[in-house]
């Protein structure tokens, strides 16, 4: 029907993970999403409405800079849990879709938005799935959460603590660390006083019919010193193929991160006393390998793709279009990914610690 693309892929990497092992499925537009986890330890108690408070903080419709769709994310477990227990089978878990509304997408079912995926997917595929944005959507992020919250209670027994929050957004730093004010604010800012900025600018952005980026950070306490496999398995490596994985990030740095280009040896070094690594420029993890420091990293969230100002594009025939985004998007994603982040963290985690166990029994 289309003069390109000239052949058709197919559509692999869905799942991640080696032992705790995840495969997602589902489009934003469609029946539903969800997740299948495998890997999973038995008898260890797992309640719905655990993995449910994840989920209500990716959920959109939180503030009036996300998108107002109004998903209820409410989660379905179909397998793998018997009598509160985990049975050590595989766990399916399904989130409905019940706020669709592909008409919206109507007006530009012929036409490629610009930032979002629907160029490079096609080219692909071959095939133009119009209904919002398929497995490109944020919306599949949510079966990653409901998976990283079961990953989370494991960690959480084995002394892991993982957090992330907005470091950065609307060009607005945080100055203050402040860990309770991070669920009180619509950014999920560390800094209650810096969010407020944050929400001022992305407002005025939004009334402007644009929308802004930001930087979100990491910080992972009581991982074991050992995770991580040499040489293709690093353990930052495959933090930054999970982050990287996440629609929108564009850039992830550990520790000190690019500014050790301007450091001397000396100062970036993390030094030791008998008790304790000096400082923490590595990020907690050097030679692939965690040390047993706090592990640090921050991401690079991109400005939202899908905005209501007009832009220029072309249509499927090739001819230039004009086209405007008119629909429910988040004016800054970064307080939705927060969760998916630290979803993301606890999965790799847990993965290894599972292939740490395996190699040592
Ligand atoms: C939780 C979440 C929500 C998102 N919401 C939107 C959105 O409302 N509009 C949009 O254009 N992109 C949104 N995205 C980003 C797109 O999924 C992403 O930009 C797209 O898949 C292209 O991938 P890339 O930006 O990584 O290249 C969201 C991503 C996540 C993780």
Same mark, same amino acid.
């Given at each position: 029907m289309y003069s390109w693309p000239s052949r058709s892929g197919i559509m692999a990497g869905n799942s991640f993970g080696e032992i705790f092992k995840i495969t997602t499925f589902g489009e934003s537009h469609g029946g539903a999403v969800g997740v299948v986890l495998d890997g999973m330890t038995p008898g260890i108690p797992i309640s719905k409405e655990e993995i449910q408070v994840q989920l209500d903080r990716r959920k959109p419709g939180q503030s009036f800079i996300t998108t107002p769709r109004a998903e209820p994310d409410k989660i379905h477990l179909m397998s793998g849990i018997f009598e509160g227990k985990s049975t050590g089978t595989p766990i399916l878990m399904i989130l409905y879709n019940k706020d669709f509304e592909p008409g919206a997408y109507e007006n530009i079912k012929e036409m490629f938005r610009p930032g979002h995926a629907d160029y490079s997917y096609f080219k692909k595929y071959g095939v133009r799935d119009w209904r919002g944005s398929g497995r490109a959507s944020g919306r599949e992020t949510s079966a990653r959460v409901a998976a990283g919250a079961v990953a989370r209670k494991l960690l959480e027994a084995r002394g892991v603590k993982v957090i992330a929050y907005t470091k950065r957004a609307g060009g607005i730093e945080c100055q203050t660390f402040d860990p309770e004010a991070i669920e009180k604010n619509p950014l999920r800012a560390c800094d209650p006083v810096a969010a407020e900025k944050m929400l001022e600018v992305i407002s005025k952005v939004k009334d402007e019919e644009d929308s802004m980026g930001g930087i979100i950070e990491c910080r992972i306490t009581g991982v074991a010193p050992g995770l991580g496999e040499p040489v293709f398995d690093k353990l930052?490596?495959?933090? /930054?193929?999970?982050?990287?994985? #996440?629609?929108?990030?564009?850039?992830?740095?550990?520790?000190? %991160? &690019?500014?050790?280009? $301007?450091?001397?040896?000396? !100062?970036?070094?993390?030094?030791? $006393?008998?008790?304790? &690594?000096?400082?923490?420029?590595?990020? =907690?993890?050097?030679? %692939?390998?965690? +040390?047993?420091?706090?592990?640090? &990293?921050? #991401?690079v969230v991109k400005p939202t793709s899908s905005?209501?100002?007009?832009?220029? +594009?072309? $249509?499927? =025939?090739?001819? +230039?279009? !004009?086209?405007?985004?008119? %629909?429910?998007?988040? /004016?800054?994603?970064?307080?939705?990914? #927060?969760? #998916?982040?630290?979803?993301?963290?606890?999965?790799?985690? !847990? $993965?290894?610690?599972?292939?740490?166990a395996a190699m040592l029994a």
């Open positions: 930052d490596a495959e933090i /930054a193929h999970a982050i990287l994985s #996440v629609g929108s990030t564009k850039g992830i740095e550990f520790g000190a %991160g &690019f500014a050790a280009a $301007d450091m001397r040896g000396s !100062e970036h070094n993390d030094q030791m $006393d008998s008790q304790n &690594f000096l400082s923490n420029n590595a990020g =907690g993890i050097i030679g %692939g390998i965690s +040390t047993g420091n706090e592990i640090v &990293f921050r #991401v905005i209501s100002r007009v832009q220029m +594009t072309r $249509d499927m =025939g090739g001819v +230039t279009k !004009e086209i405007r985004t008119i %629909g429910r998007h988040d /004016a800054c994603i970064c307080p939705r990914i #927060v969760p #998916v982040i630290e979803a993301m963290a606890c999965l790799v985690l !847990e $993965d290894h610690y599972k292939r740490q």
